[in-house]
């Protein structure tokens, strides 16, 4: 049982780069969140789903999107990389809102 | 702005002494959750508190929900080197439909022997 599972671990961009973070679960948990992670500011929410077919946005979703076409999977992707997107980056599932989350194991991206 | 504060933001003991950090809600929480972060790790689930002024214990951790389901706190007796991490609360609110967790900045714990 991988649980949640991140690729890649790490990454280097130019700006202006697009990327896509990937992200799987194969728990069958309906909601799947990405937050990055800076040095003295906690956990921050990017964008969230509450199932397939459903986003919303967290609290800096600036220069993000994401979509969820299956229950399993929760892409985020970085439209026009900027260095202030250097940091780590955590996905995490849960079987619903407001219960335990799983995290992946994370990416570290720099952007130069 | 910061929804769930935690204090203090860091905390350095030496091995043996007491470890106590605090999270506090602007807004009634539904359930707190508890995280640890390994240094360079992920963080890891530790526990939920569900009821009002309800108290867990892990081993030598305690945590506890506050009467308003407002406050929790984690308090770690007599800390280890493998207690060095960086220690997150989390909730969502009461009543909200969708459930999104609100996390604390952390408390980033040091031991040293």
């Known amino acids: 049982n991988a649980g949640v599972t991140q690729t890649p671990k790490f990454q280097v961009l130019k700006t202006g780069q697009s990327m896509t973070l990937q992200c799987a679960q194969d728990?069958?948990?309906?909601?799947m969140s990405w937050y990055r992670q800076d040095p003295g500011m906690g956990l921050r929410l990017i964008h969230y789903s509450v199932g397939a077919g459903i986003t919303d946005q967290g609290e800096v979703p600036n220069g993000y999107n994401v979509s969820r076409s299956t229950t399993e999977d929760f892409p985020l992707r970085l439209l026009s990389a900027a260095p202030s997107q250097t940091s780590v980056y955590f996905c995490?599932?849960?079987?619903?809102?407001?219960?335990?989350?799983?995290f992946g194991q994370g990416t570290r991206l720099t952007v130069v | 702005g910061q929804q769930v504060m935690q204090i203090p933001q860091y905390q350095h003991v030496q091995e043996g002494e007491d470890f106590t950090t605090y999270c506090n809600s602007s807004t009634t929480l539904s359930n707190i959750q508890w995280y640890k972060q390994r240094p360079g790790g992920h963080p890891v689930f530790l526990i939920q508190?569900?009821?009002?002024?309800e108290v867990k214990k892990q081993k030598r951790l305690t945590f506890q929900f506050g009467e308003a389901k407002k406050n929790s706190s984690l308090h770690i007796t007599a800390t280890q080197t493998t207690d060095v991490g960086t220690y997150f609360c989390?909730?969502?609110?009461?009543?909200?439909?969708?459930?999104?967790?609100?996390f604390g900045r952390g408390t980033q714990l040091t031991v040293w022997p």
């Open positions: 995490a599932s849960s079987r619903g809102g407001g219960t335990e989350a799983f």
């Open positions: 989390a909730g969502p609110w009461r009543g909200s439909t969708l459930g999104r967790l609100y």
């Open positions: 508190l569900v009821k009002s002024g």
């Open positions: 728990m069958n948990h309906e909601y």
